[in-house]
């Protein structure tokens, strides 16, 4: 896939599914209204998954799909970042990991921009919509405690959940908000207010805002009574409202 243009922007999506399922084929209508409203052209990648690949596989995977396509001609400034649920996490992973290797090698790797939809705002979540909104939402909160949480199959599988284990889902590449999100491109987030993932969101939101004062660009949309990932109802009259402002996020970059 190369540009078909010297200043060709394109989308990187990273699909959500709690990091143990879910591809391109899952997320085909998503992406595909994406395109349609962005007019951009779409790269997602079928990155492996847990428990058989645990963390990092799924950001080491990210990051090759970007270098991939800075190797076939797109400059790092024209490629839009985008993902839903798990796959908003690895978004901000990505742009961590980026702005890491920007700073050791002196090289430009900053997106366009970031586009996450319903983000899993981390590993150590504590908001009470987890609990409250369980009874609107289609996700249930599955409990850390459980081996088989998608938390514990992500990261670690198999190994018990102790005070080490609690210590170590709070670095900032498994819990963003409890690190440094200055320097953060524009980005764009929105939820839905009935999702149980919904105060989590706020503080990751609250926690990019502060972290990058100087810059009026982190957008927040929440959308009353909507569930997790809400845009996979296309006939939504709010899921076309999100798809119509995801299209001038994307032209104002």
Request: glycine share 6%; charged share 20%.
């Amino acid at each position: 896939m190369r540009p078909l243009a010297d200043n060709e922007k394109i989308v990187l999506c990273l699909h959500g599914g709690s990091y143990v399922m879910g591809g391109p084929s899952s997320h085909r209508e998503v992406l595909g209204k994406m395109t349609e409203c962005s007019k951009l052209r779409s790269f997602i990648i079928d990155y492996r998954l847990a428990p058989k690949h645990p963390f990092p596989a799924q950001l080491h995977d990210a990051f090759i799909a970007f270098q991939y396509l800075v190797k076939q001609g797109f400059k790092s400034h024209n490629i839009v970042l985008a993902g839903d649920s798990a796959g908003g996490h690895l978004c901000v992973d990505l742009v961590l990991l980026l702005r890491h290797i920007a700073k050791t090698t002196l090289r430009q790797m900053t997106p366009a921009g970031v586009i996450l939809l319903s983000p899993l705002p981390g590993m150590h979540m504590h908001g009470a919509s987890l609990h409250k909104n369980a009874v609107y939402d289609y996700l249930w909160p599955t409990p850390i405690e459980w081996p088989t949480s998608p938390i514990r199959l992500f990261y670690k599988p198999g190994q018990k959940y102790d005070d080490e284990y609690r210590k170590e889902i709070c670095d900032p590449l498994l819990t963003p908000v409890l690190g440094d999100l200055s320097e953060f491109p524009p980005t764009i987030i929105q939820s839905g207010s009935s999702e149980i993932l919904i105060d989590d969101i706020r503080e990751l939101y609250v926690k990019l805002k502060l972290d990058n004062p100087e810059h009026g660009w982190i957008q927040w949309e929440e959308y009353p009574e909507m569930v997790h990932v809400f845009h996979r109802f296309l006939n939504r009259p709010e899921s076309e409202a999100a798809f119509e402002s995801l299209a001038n996020f994307v032209a104002s970059l």
